[in-house]
Antibody
Framework: EVQLVESGGGLVQPGGSLRLSCAAS????????MSWVRQAPGKGLEWLST????????NYADFVKGRFTFSRDNSKNTLFLQMNSLRAEDTAVYYC?????????????WGQGTLVTVSS | QSVLTQPPSVSAAPGQKVTISCSGS????????VSWYQQLPGTAPKLLIY???KRPSGIPDRFSGSKSGTSATLGITGLQTGDEADYYC?????????FGGGTKLTVL
């Protein structure tokens, strides 16, 4: 059974940093691209990034370039999201998701999400 | 402002059929597959339809998808109260994954 478990969310002050993790199990992690998607309270889904199975290819949404860094450790079946210079508008539930087969495809499994609150 | 346009809400009675539209452009829906996601209250999104009209294992055939040109449609027949959820369309656009703003389905 595919499982994705995010962690690392919490309350952080504006301008602060946070590192989210996503632990994957139930599939051969290194063979699949992975994505991060966030959802602000009461709002819709917003894609952040997709990273290839090897980690060598990454696409970012324009609005996170320079502030967020995406990476993965295939030896630990874990995905990471390093967020810097956080703003109030980054407050959201952050989901990691598995890409179904190849890179530019749909997301077939999602984690339960982790809440990030940016506030003083 | 979402790249893909969905109606904010739709409603229908139990047992009835409902459709949810998703409108895009030639750079997204017009040239890529469309997927649909169901988000039940308080839960993570779940893949409902992929490659325009295919259902993952476990998704009942009450759910269907179609695409024509730069628009896509999700259909749900035999509505149940358990179908009350937010529904999102998604596709790729210039190497970015884009979603519709979401449609809240109310089963009256």
């Amino acid at each position: 059974e595919v499982q994705l478990v995010e962690s690392g969310g919490g309350l952080v002050q504006p301008g602060g940093s946070l590192r989210l993790s996503c632990a994957a199990s139930g599939f051969t992690f290194k063979n699949y691209a992975m994505s991060w998607v966030r959802q602000a309270p009461g709002k819709g889904l917003e894609w952040l990034s997709t990273i290839s199975g090897s980690g060598s290819g990454i696409n970012y949404a324009d609005f996170v370039k320079g502030r967020f860094t995406f990476s993965r450790d295939n030896s630990k079946n874990t995905l990471f999201l390093q967020m810097n210079s956080l703003r109030a508008e980054d407050t959201a539930v952050y989901y990691c998701a598995k890409v179904r087969v190849t890179y530019y495809e749909e997301l077939d499994y999602w984690g339960q999400g982790t809440l990030v609150t940016v506030s003083s | 402002q979402s790249v893909l346009t969905q109606p904010p809400s739709v409603s229908a009675a139990p047992g009835q059929k409902v459709t949810i539209s998703c409108s895009g452009s030639s750079s997204n829906i017009g040239s890529n597959y469309v997927s649909w996601y169901q988000q039940l209250p308080g839960t993570a999104p779940k893949l409902l339809i992929y490659e325009n009209n295919k259902r993952p294992s476990g998704i009942p055939d009450r759910f269907s998808g179609s695409k024509s040109g730069t628009s896509a449609t999700l259909g749900i027949t035999g509505l149940q109260t358990g179908d009350e959820a937010d529904y999102y369309c998604g596709t790729w656009d210039s190497k970015a994954l884009v979603f519709g703003g979401g449609t809240k389905l109310t089963v009256l």
